[in-house]
């Protein structure tokens, strides 16, 4: 049996603390940076984690084994609205089509809001590595590096946390023996 590593409608839903905080209790310390009583779109949203904090967004994803509310590439989004979140996607595109994305989606919408984490340093390392052990292509990134993508953020804010293995358990399935810091950025485009 191959093990699917998005766990469709489960990702992110995991009870150990490091889930609780990425997808869970961080969410409303970015949210308070933006109006959100307008029209609303998660893009790469899958399950619609989001609709607890915002009810009325819209989740688009790729992955129909999510259910997300429209199956589409974020890349062809071209709804107007009055804010698109991406929360945790842009660590699945390179930095070319990172920087594509966000000058496609604020073609769009009036506010862009990116929810993603970073890592520095060694701790950098560390997450390459134990990204090695899946089947996943990823790009992560120094908060350096994210900015400069972004180019001229509006506002930005941070949780930091340390990434424990059980996380890596639940999110990979992969055991690990050891602990990393990671911080997450709310950043308003």
């Known amino acids: 049996m191959i093990f699917d590593a998005d766990q469709g409608v489960n990702f992110g839903t995991w009870d150990d603390p490091v889930s609780r905080l990425m997808y869970g209790h961080s969410t409303p310390i970015f949210l308070d940076m933006v109006d959100y009583s307008g029209s609303v779109y998660d893009l790469g949203g899958g399950n619609g984690l989001l609709k607890q904090y915002i009810p009325h967004s819209i989740s688009v994803d790729i992955d129909q084994n999510k259910q997300p509310d429209v199956i589409q590439d974020i890349r062809q989004f071209s709804t107007k609205c009055d804010l698109v979140v991406i929360r945790y996607v842009l660590h699945y ?48 990134r120094n908060s350096n590096h994210l900015f400069r993508l972004l180019s001229r953020p509006i506002d930005i804010r941070s949780v930091s946390y340390t990434v424990t293995p059980v996380f890596y358990e639940n999110r990979l399935k992969i055991n690990v023996n050891c602990s990393h810091s990671e911080t997450v950025f709310g950043i308003v485009l």
Request: glycine share 2%; charged share 35%; proline share 0%.
């Open 93 to 140: 595109f390179s930095d070319k089509d990172v920087v594509n994305l966000i000058t496609h989606i604020k073609e769009h919408a009036k506010k862009v809001m990116v929810i993603q984490f970073c890592n520095e340093g060694v701790h950098l390392k560390v997450k390459r590595q134990i990204s090695k052990q899946s089947d996943e292509r990823k790009y992560f």
